[in-house]
């Protein structure tokens, strides 16, 4: 992926970001360090080995899941309306899909800054850069993004939270089941995260 195309990929992030949030306390700031010199978000790796392993792989995969996040609300958009209902709970369609945004965008929030380049043999490959071992990947992007997002909505943090689902060895099965039926968003999110991981990856996996 060259200069240009990292570039417009950033721009497209960034327009996202700015259309579909509204102005929250800590947005300005968020995106202030997204462009710092003291972030990599937009050229960093999503993997090191696995989807996104390249330039540009983290923002790439965070847009990825949005696309993927808006067809499913598309798809299911009277689904999720109903389960409100059943939950007892009110849906407001432009806080939700400002909560896609947000949860879509920023799933993946913890790697940044958490990978380096590094030469192996003629190769250069990127390697994990660990600078805070917080224990939990989703829940490590849930405390990166409250410290710029300071209302950050319960649900949005559900979501990023639990995007992993029931690969992550260390979830307990019946909370995230209860997560998911609490929160039709962490649902979306995990399965536009699975569709975006395995249906648009751009790299074969070695």
């Known amino acids: 992926m060259d200069t240009f195309d990292l570039e417009l990929q950033r721009d497209r992030f960034l327009k996202v970001f700015d259309e579909q949030i509204r102005e929250r306390e800590g947005k300005e700031e968020l995106r202030e360090w997204l462009l710092s010199d003291s972030c990599d978000f937009f050229t960093a790796p999503a993997s090191t080995k696995y989807h996104g392993n390249y330039t540009g792989g983290l923002c790439e995969h965070s847009l990825d899941v949005y696309d993927m996040a808006v067809q499913l609300e598309g798809l299911y958009r009277e689904n999720i309306r109903k389960q409100y209902l059943v939950l007892n709970r009110p849906y407001d369609r432009e806080e939700f899909m400002e909560s896609l945004a947000v949860a879509a965008l920023f799933h993946d929030l913890c790697k940044a800054n958490f990978y380096k380049t590094k030469i192996n043999g ?10 805070l071992s917080f224990g939990s990947h989703g829940g490590k992007s849930v405390y990166m993004l409250s410290k710029y997002l300071k209302d950050i909505r319960d649900e949005e943090a559900i979501a990023i939270n639990c995007h992993m689902g029931f690969s992550r060895s260390d979830d307990n099965s019946i909370s995230i089941s209860e997560s998911f039926h609490f929160s039709p968003l962490a649902w979306i999110i995990h399965v536009a995260d699975e569709a975006a991981t395995f249906m ?4 074969t996996p070695q």
């Open 122 to 131: 003629k190769n250069v490959v990127f390697v994990v850069d660990e600078q």
């Open 200 to 203: 648009l990856d751009r790299v």
